[in-house]
């Protein structure tokens, strides 16, 4: 969905380095997340944020840091890669409209992240 | 284990047949969602089904939810090649809070 961007959409690294992966929409959505997506294990989510003073943690979040800059821009850090960080790389966004109204989530097209 | 899990977790047919994937899922539900994946792309949302509801359509799309038995079944009727894709259920456990994805399930459709 060109709404919602990642960059780089491949990268490869060495095991110590600190990576910065960024996803920006034009969506106007205040919700923001990272999933990691690894063969035969679906999404599994890192972080969440539901608009710029607010973020929570996932499944996952051991190994990773995030910032919200603004509502647009959700940035997810590596601050020290291993090998076992080597996924793919999924922001997602989603509205919430009203009470009890769940929109559904829009995803970018993914950065793919080899840590060697 | 997972809170989602899709069966089969691979499923090859011929075009114009039709696809069943099921999900199951372990607590209570707000809504249960099925996304489509081309390989290595984005997921695209497909369809929404809420807890108080037991089925919904969108066209070639029929999804079911039995609440009861904790479990959701996407078909796809009269398949295309470009149906080929990893279908994922996500449940959303507390109004967007908490989306859980299963591990999908890989169609694959014949020529």
């Known amino acids: 969905d060109a709404d919602v961007t990642q960059t780089p959409r491949n990268r490869i690294t060495k095991t110590g380095k600190r990576i910065m992966l960024e996803c920006s929409q034009t969506?106007?959505?205040?919700?923001m997340y990272w999933y990691r997506q690894d063969p035969g294990l679906g999404l599994r989510l890192i972080y969440y944020?539901?608009?710029?003073?607010?973020?929570n943690k996932g499944e996952i979040s051991d190994g990773y840091s995030v910032s919200r800059q603004a509502q647009a821009k959700f940035s997810l850090s590596l601050e020290s890669a291993i090998p076992n960080q080597t996924a793919l790389y999924f922001c997602?966004?989603?509205?919430?409209?009203?009470?009890?109204?769940?929109?559904?989530?829009?995803f970018g097209p993914g950065t793919r992240l080899t840590v060697l | 284990s997972q809170q989602g899990e899709e069966d089969p977790q691979a499923l090859s047919i011929q075009e114009g047949e039709n696809a069943t994937m099921n999900c199951s899922y372990k607590?209570?539900?707000?809504?249960l969602q099925w996304y489509r994946q081309n390989s290595g792309r984005g997921l695209v949302h497909l369809i929404l089904?809420?807890?108080?509801?037991r089925e919904k359509h969108s066209g070639r799309l029929r999804v079911t939810l039995d609440t009861s038995k904790k479990s959701s079944s996407l078909l796809i009727t009269a398949s295309r090649a470009a149906d080929t894709a990893s279908y994922f259920c996500a449940t959303d456990l507390n109004y967007g809070q908490n989306f859980v994805f299963g591990p999908g399930t890989r169609l694959s459709v014949l020529p």
């Open positions: 089904i809420r807890s108080n509801e």
């Open positions: 607590t209570s539900i707000n809504n």
């Open positions: 944020s539901f608009d710029v003073k607010d973020i």
């Open positions: 997602a966004t989603s509205d919430y409209h009203l009470a009890g109204e769940v929109d559904t989530q829009y």
């Open positions: 969506k106007g959505h205040d919700r």
